[in-house]
């Protein structure tokens, strides 16, 4: 993206459409939130767009706005914050396929991580071979 001006967008937009072979001519709707380089009346690119398409309307999106909404009521309730930062966690971990194997290694070795689970042994998939953990 070249800049972020209303003008700069459009012209982006316009580049990729051509790319695609496709017109803006033919498009019958677009949609933003209301941040102003997007949706200003007078040079944003919705009124660009309208400019080359009249017949192409614009539709408030409110995904922005809803987004904020679920920020602040998780925000407000700490079971739903330490969840949700639980999740984070979590996610964050298995991501990292280095340290699922270093936990199942170690689980492996651990007492206690034997007495609730029937998995005899963990088996990590590598070019083709399999190999215990």
């Known amino acids: 993206m070249k800049e972020s001006s ?3 967008l459009f012209n982006t ?6 790319e695609s072979s496709l017109s803006l001519k033919d498009a019958v709707g ?3 939130d ?4 997007m949706t200003g009346k007078y040079i944003g690119v919705k009124t660009l767009v309208q400019q080359v398409n009249p017949q192409c309307i614009f539709i408030w999106t409110f995904d ?6 679920i920020m602040e009521a998780c925000g407000s309730s700490l079971a739903a914050k330490s969840l949700f ?8 971990f298995f991501r990292n396929r280095e340290s699922v194997v270093t ?8 007492p206690i991580f034997n007495k609730f689970t029937d998995h005899k042994e963990y088996r990590q ?3 083709g071979h399999t190999r215990k953990l």
């Open 13 to 18: 937009l316009q580049e990729i459409l051509k």
């Open 6 to 8: 209303a003008e700069g």
């Open 64 to 69: 922005h706005v809803r987004n904020l909404v």
């Open 85 to 92: 930062g639980a999740l984070e966690k979590l996610y964050a």
């Open 125 to 127: 998939q590598d070019g």
């Open 34 to 37: 209301g941040a102003s380089v």
């Open 30 to 32: 677009q949609s933003y």
């Open 103 to 110: 936990f199942l290694k170690r689980s492996k070795r651990n």
